[in-house]
């Protein structure tokens, strides 16, 4: 089932959101490993050619890191599904790019490159605020099982919450930690994407409806999970 849009593209609590974005200094910001490996599992695991994770400003969605589409710094926000997949209060928004799916932005670039295919979990901060988007994109239209959305909504926290651990020892003003925090996550992914490439292999691609797919999967999510909740736990408050 397609997701129903609001009417309008910009919520009623826009300024607030705006203000929660800008707080992470983050959007436009250089490419970072960390988010570039998210990307790269992402395609992996729901065997699309495209993933990205995006952050919706007043007037831009800015890519923050880009697999399979390399090169493309974000698009307008009347032209990003990513504007309109942060506006319903539901985790995973499914879309074909057809005009009478989603009427609030123009299709045309998507359209353009063949894509028939968006799903995406927003990155939601501790506020609550709806700041962006971890997706996947691909040519062929399809949906998403239950079990398909449940790890991408995991993705979707993952990322969130690695961006607040990267503010967070920014605002400590701990740039080394960050990157030795970064290294540990990185090399949890390198190892979650070698598995990925095995069972894709053996089994001639991902299948997160198979039980045991889906437990490895979970398995080494809840890994990266514990990974995140140490390292928030454990990072200096600023005063």
Known sequence: MLTAFPNQLVPQDEAARLRTLHLYQIVNTAPEKIFDDYVAWAAQLFNTPISLISFVDDDYVSFKAVAGAEGVPGL???????????????????????????????????????????????????DGARIGMMAVIGREFRTLSADEESVLVRLADLVSRTVELRFQYLQAQMPAEWEAAQDELSETLDDNAALTRYLSSRNHGINLDDDEV?????RRLNGMEKVLTRRLRDVPQAV
């Open 76 to 126: 307008p926000r009347t032209e990003s599904m990513c504007s309109a997949a942060i506006l319903p209060d539901v985790p995973v928004v499914t879309t074909d790019y057809k005009a009478e799916s989603c009427q609030l932005i123009k299709p045309d670039v998507a359209q353009a490159m063949g894509l028939n295919f968006y799903a995406g979990s927003a990155l939601r901060m501790p």
């Open 214 to 218: 889906l437990d490895l999967v979970v």
